[in-house]
């Protein structure tokens, strides 16, 4: 299961779907332009990251994380904070190159972006900022129209429609999009196999605003091919502020898990 994260779903998980024509929509790419729109800060960041992952037989288990992003070039760095287990471990991405640091010993170690971040369902892929219309693009059915549709989320009124991979490194080459029809505003998502087999469902539960975008500071991934398996992300404490470069660095990661 990939994160982008708990006992009760905020939206209801039935929808019902008008009986509109696909060609009385708008255009899937328009909507996913707007996505992105609605939350491309342009800034470097820095907040908070809590994950609350439930798994059967094996309790709660809660992190705590700093997270600092710089926005020219898309690096970023991962401190932990909880548990002790975890404490003063972290990760640090720059250009096509993903470390994972550990302060038992020390050193550092290459890792592949797919990676789970410090034992939880998290990966270095949930905390990039990679564009959607350049990830996926709308799906077609058999006469070659979009597969979108307006209906209900709740008592909320939504556009669901459906995408296809475009790249080959996504970890799902296949997704359905709830938005909202008044600001675009994604609200839930399905994650599919090649295969077409439902790997995961992710709700959109709240969000922020920030420099006039918005922000999805809770979420909450339901993991389908393991049943039971639950995570929630809340991100508080947002600062947009310049950063200093040698954040970035092992360095500073190294002297920060002191």
Same mark, same amino acid.
């Given at each position: $299961?990939?994160?982008? @994260?708990?006992? !009760?779903? &905020?939206?209801?998980?039935?929808?019902?779907?008008?009986?509109?024509?696909?060609?009385?929509?708008?255009?899937?790419?328009?909507?996913?332009?707007? $996505?992105? #729109? #609605?939350?491309?800060?342009?800034?470097? !960041?820095?907040?908070?990251?809590?994950?609350? =992952?439930?798994?059967?037989? =094996?309790?709660?288990?809660?992190?705590?994380?700093?997270?600092?992003?710089?926005?020219?070039?898309?690096?970023?760095?991962?401190?932990?904070? !909880?548990?002790?287990?975890?404490?003063?471990? *972290?990760?640090?991405?720059?250009?096509?190159?993903?470390?994972?640091?550990?302060?038992?010993?020390?050193?550092?170690?290459?890792? #592949?972006?797919?990676?789970?971040?410090?034992?939880?369902?998290?990966?270095?892929?949930?905390?990039?900022?990679?564009?959607?219309?350049?990830?996926?693009?709308?799906?077609?059915?058999?006469?070659?129209?979009?597969?979108?549709?307006? *209906?209900?989320?709740?008592?909320?009124?939504?556009?669901? &429609?459906?995408?296809?991979?475009?790249?080959?490194?996504?970890? +799902?080459?296949?997704?359905? &999009?709830?938005?909202?029809?008044? #600001?675009?505003?994604?609200?839930?998502? =399905?994650?599919?196999?090649?295969?077409?087999?439902?790997?995961?469902? !992710?709700?959109?539960?709240? +969000?922020?605003?920030?420099?006039?975008?918005?922000?999805?500071?809770?979420? %909450?991934?339901?993991?389908?091919?393991?049943?039971?398996?639950?995570? @929630?992300?809340?991100?508080?404490?947002?600062?947009?502020?310049? %950063?200093?470069?040698?954040? &970035?660095?092992?360095?500073?990661?190294?002297?920060?898990?002191?």
């Amino acid at each position: $299961m990939r994160t982008r @994260t708990i006992i !009760a779903l &905020f939206f209801s998980a039935i929808t019902v779907l008008s009986s509109g024509y696909a060609g009385d929509m708008p255009a899937i790419d328009s909507l996913l332009k707007k $996505m992105e #729109n #609605n939350i491309s800060i342009s800034t470097d !960041a820095r907040a908070k990251v809590m994950l609350t =992952q439930q798994k059967p037989n =094996q309790g709660v288990k809660n992190f705590e994380m700093m997270y600092y992003r710089r926005d020219k070039d898309n690096a970023f760095l991962i401190v932990f904070s !909880a548990p002790e287990a975890e404490k003063g471990n *972290g990760y640090l991405r720059i250009g096509d190159n993903f470390w994972m640091y550990r302060r038992n010993t020390r050193t550092f170690q290459h890792i #592949n972006r797919d990676e789970s971040i410090g034992g939880s369902d998290a990966s270095g892929e949930d905390f990039e900022t990679r564009k959607l219309t350049e990830l996926y693009k709308p799906a077609a059915d058999s006469a070659g129209n979009e597969i979108i549709k307006e *209906g209900k989320l709740g008592s909320i009124a939504v556009y669901r &429609f459906e995408v296809r991979a475009k790249v080959s490194d996504v970890s +799902y080459p296949y997704k359905i &999009f709830w938005v909202r029809t008044d #600001n675009g505003l994604l609200l839930k998502e =399905q994650s599919f196999s090649s295969s077409k087999a439902l790997m995961s469902t !992710a709700y959109y539960r709240k +969000y922020t605003t920030v420099l006039g975008k918005f922000v999805p500071v809770l979420q %909450l991934f339901i993991d389908e091919f393991e049943k039971g398996n639950k995570t @929630t992300v809340e991100i508080s404490g947002i600062v947009t502020e310049k %950063l200093d470069d040698r954040i &970035f660095t092992k360095a500073y990661l190294e002297n920060l898990s002191k």
